[in-house]
């Protein structure tokens, strides 16, 4: 059988030939996922059903991504990922595409929005 590089995969084997390319340390990806959604869930006090609202994912189903047996398919990932914050620090993390720095400037970003409308508010019950 041959990949899509021209790459020979053995008939009975189940993995390429290393081809050099340093990936880093293996992710668990299902247990930071959970870990990112429990984290959501305390934060935001939401609950299991919260979660099936925004994925359309059932409760066994969405119970399994906490617990850390599964994860998502790419669909219902990228409505986590719109909907928590902590998904989608996680997701991009675990993509080497956010560094730690990073991920304190969304926190720092909500503080300064919040701020902001505060001011808004202020300043538009003076007008009145």
Do not use: Q
């Not at 668990?28 to 099936?52: F, G, H, P, S």
């Not at 560094?99 to 503080?111: F, N, Q, S, T």
């Amino acid at each position: 059988m041959r990949t899509k590089k021209g790459r020979i995969l053995h008939s009975k084997g189940r993995k390429l030939p290393f081809n050099g390319e340093d990936m880093g340390p293996p992710v668990d990806y299902a247990a930071e996922l959970a870990a990112a959604l429990r984290r959501e869930m305390e934060r935001r006090r939401v609950a299991a059903k919260t979660v099936m609202r925004w994925t359309g994912a059932s409760e066994r189903t969405v119970k399994a991504w906490l617990s850390g047996i599964s994860v998502p398919s790419g669909e219902r990932l990228i409505a986590l990922m719109r909907h928590s914050d902590e998904v989608f620090v996680t997701v991009l993390r675990l993509s080497a595409r956010l560094d730690g720095e990073c991920a304190g400037h969304l926190d720092d970003v909500r503080r300064h929005l919040a701020a902001a409308s505060t001011s808004l508010e202020k300043a538009r019950s003076w007008l009145k």
